[in-house]
């Protein structure tokens, strides 16, 4: 799939070699994405031709495929004769429509295959980059894209001249000239604007007068497009460009740092959170030790309350994944994470404490023991509380927990301190739960305690049994007390009527 779009206003922008009867939108104007849909819905493409077709002038290909009569290429490869296709630069194949197929094919078994003639020769190489150069800004023009029917050949030779462009840029060399900088960004097709970032002849301090802090604002800006294959080539570009431009790194997070504030304190709407706490991971990944206060401050800070969004569900295993990261790096921040978690547990939402629950079983997984008995009582607390929980698949992913080895090492050297929390929520499930499924786990969690410490478990046993005891006989008292308030509520209110009682 190519970067250029169905509707290209933000992936492209306008050229001179346009026609002056159309439209042309900058990839990057201040325009809203709201006003574009605004014009779309009132029964109309955001781009509208004024009547005129828009014509491009042919260029000759930048590296001609050399064909024989037999149809095969320099290399002596034949086109695939399994469907109608035209030959198109570097061995791409289109299928064309049925009025459309040239002249050139006849037919062979009821299908038609491509039979080439003559000899095509290369543009001379020091003309390339000029030629180069006509098509980058060839590829500039605007089509509208809503109407089906309109420009098909000028479409499909912008589609052509792109591919031609892409793999031009990826095998060629000495193409790259000062003044291709501008017009490639100018054009912004994802697709060819990766393989321009990621080339051997790419020069970082020449680009860097054209991708800078404006660019990036606006191609961080892109990431709200709710067309998920469009965010994830904005995902590379952005992570390229973070690899090669040392200067604009800290902007970069301070930008995204921006946007996850603004998403969760006042919109909570952005499209593209998850593909840029995945360019996240990756970079946290490649942090300097010791971490930098910004970076502590920003898990803190924006990380941790990215969690109260209702729309975690669409982000969950990147923020998650950026979590254990930042613990990996430095294990002190296991007690500010785990605090933080506890803070801003989720009271209502069953799936969500799901989705905590698994968050913080991949934290354990990773903890050092040092920095488990920091948060073990306040830890377990509320995993007594999820344990105790009426939806079963919150007590079930809880109880999980007791099937991960290096969790049960961890509870088993703490057992202490661990069980007493446990206990009387463990006990009293194994008795009263009306899922006789989460029933059999907390049997099997009850057996493990009693081999981890059989004399404290006998212990908590008759504690429990006796303050069992202790609040029935409370509660017998209780009941007998308002008995006693109800029958003598009974003789005022006969006495108030008249009638003594005998």
């Not at 469907?83 to 194949?93: D, H, I, S």
């Not at 785990?338 to 079983?361: A, N």
């Amino acid at each position: 799939m190519m970067g250029d779009r169905p509707s290209p206003p933000r992936a492209m922008s306008s050229a001179a070699t346009t026609s002056p009867s159309v439209d042309k939108v900058d990839g990057f104007s201040r325009k809203s994405v709201r006003k574009a849909k605004q014009k779309r819905s009132q029964s109309s493409s955001q781009f509208r031709s004024q009547g005129k077709p828009i014509e491009l002038t042919p260029l000759p290909l930048l590296k001609a495929v050399r064909q024989g009569g037999d149809g095969r290429n320099a290399a002596g490869q034949k086109p695939d004769r399994s469907t109608t296709r035209q030959c198109l630069p570097e061995n791409r194949f289109l299928v064309p429509p049925q009025a459309e197929r040239p002249p050139c094919c006849l037919p062979e078994g009821g299908a038609y295959v491509p039979v080439f003639v003559g000899v095509f020769m290369d543009v001379p190489a020091p003309e390339q980059p000029e030629l180069f150069l006509k098509k980058l800004q060839q590829c500039c023009t605007v089509f509208d894209f809503m109407d089906t029917l309109s420009d098909l050949k000028m479409k499909e030779y912008k589609r052509s001249t792109l591919n031609e462009l892409v793999d031009y840029v990826t095998v060629s060399r000495g193409y790259l000239t000062e003044q291709a900088y501008p017009e490639v960004v100018k054009m912004l097709v994802y697709e060819f604007f990766i393989r321009f970032l990621e080339s051997q002849e790419f020069q970082p301090s020449i680009a860097k007068k054209y991708i800078d802090q404006k660019f990036v604002l606006q191609l961080l800006e892109l990431f709200d497009s709710e067309d998920p294959r469009e965010r994830d080539y904005l995902k590379t570009v952005l992570h390229r460009i973070y690899g090669k431009f040392l200067g604009l790194r800290a902007f970069i997070r301070k930008q995204i740092n921006n946007i996850f504030l603004r998403f969760v304190y006042e919109t909570e709407h952005f499209n593209g959170v998850a593909e840029l706490l995945e360019i996240l991971g990756s970079i946290i990944n490649g942090f300097a030790l010791p971490l930098k206060a910004e970076h502590k401050q920003f898990l803190v800070k924006v990380l941790i309350p990215l969690h109260t969004v209702r729309s975690l569900s669409l982000f969950h295993a990147q923020l998650a994944y950026c979590i254990v990261q930042f613990l990996e790096k430095d294990p002190t921040l296991t007690e500010p994470v785990i605090r933080g978690l506890l803070k801003f547990w989720p009271k209502t939402c069953s799936q969500k404490e799901v989705m905590f629950l698994g968050e913080l079983e991949e934290i354990l997984d990773v903890i050092e023991p040092t920095q488990f008995v920091k948060i073990q009582e306040p830890l377990f607390k509320q995993i007594s509380r999820c344990v105790s929980s009426p939806h079963f698949q919150v007590a079930e992913r809880a109880l999980y927990y007791w099937n991960n080895e290096y969790i049960m090492s961890l509870i088993e050297e703490n057992s202490s301190v661990i069980l007493p929390i446990m206990f009387a929520s463990l006990y009293r499930i194994s008795k009263e739960h009306w899922n006789p499924a989460i029933v059999a786990l907390v049997y099997n969690v009850l057996k493990a305690f009693m081999e981890m410490n059989s004399t404290l478990f006998d212990e908590l046993t008759a504690t429990y049994k006796s303050d069992r005891q202790r609040e029935k006989k409370k509660e017998k008292e209780r009941e007998e007390l308002w008995k006693k308030l109800e029958d003598l509520e009974l003789k005022r209110g006969l006495r108030s009527d008249g009638i003594i009682p005998t």
